[in-house]
């Protein structure tokens, strides 16, 4: 791997593109290495992800603008689809996945945000979708998941004018869940994600697919999703387990419970 790098912190796995003298601009290779990368995770030894960009600057400033410059109109739909085929992977990954957005979150990089279950920034995070100031159109997902996330109304303001926003804004609207300083934002995202990879794994996997299959289907189609990983989760080791300390924790306060006497 030239662009991406993967360290193991525990039940948490960090990546981290690493193209820091480009901010992290996305280009071909870097969106297959991404996609190796996830492929490898140890789903047996893995239970949330952290996704960041090297340095401080810039978490990922965009699609590589000089790979897409000359790209015809045939080339540039299998880009965005090369894109959108690994932001999806992304999305649906069965782990949890924390992106610690660090500096410049524009194009490409609010779009792989997005494809993220939780987005947490640093103070100078900058987000935004300029594409049409470059002559085009958001091309992995912008002009669908930043409606879904912000609404419909947010989401054509900021495509239509083109115009970033900072950090506060950024949690304001609801696009990101937490702002830190920039100090301490992955220690941030370490602690998000070991208290997840804390709870019952299977019981997470089960929850981020139920709300990401939830979404794409109407209200009653979305209770059945939920009803059948919901049952999924009886008789697994952890439902077994964490129902068995919950009574045994209850049936110990019980015990020590002492009878109110009335003399």
Sequence with gaps: ???????????????????PKALNALNSQVLDELNDTLDAVDLETTRALILTGAGDKSFV????IGEMSTLTKAEGEA???KGNDVFRKLETFPLPVIAAVNGFALGGGCEISMSCDIRICSE???????????????????TQRLARLVGAGMAKQMIYTA?????????????????????????????????????????????????????QVDMDQAIVIE?????????????????????????????????????
């Design 1 to 19: 791997m030239e662009f991406i790098t993967y360290e193991q912190d525990g039940f948490v796995g960090v990546i981290t593109i690493n193209r």
């Design 61 to 64: 400033a965009g699609a590589d």
């Design 79 to 81: 880009f965005g689809k």
């Design 124 to 142: 100078n995070a900058i987000f935004g979708q300029p594409e049409v100031g470059l002559g085009i159109t958001p091309g992995f997902g912008g």
């Design 163 to 215: 115009r970033n926003i900072k950090a506060d804004e950024a949690y304001r609207i609801g696009l990101v869940n937490a702002v830190y300083p920039a100090e301490e934002l992955l220690d941030q995202a370490k602690k998000m994600a070991a208290g997840i990879a804390a709870n019952a794994p299977i019981a997470v996997r089960n929850c981020k697919k139920a709300i990401n299959d939830g979404l």
């Design 227 to 263: 009803e059948k990983l919901f049952g999924d989760c009886f008789e697994t080791e952890d439902q077994k387990a964490g129902m068995g300390n919950f009574l045994e924790k209850d049936k110990e306060k019980k015990l020590k419970v002492v009878p109110f006497q009335n003399k």
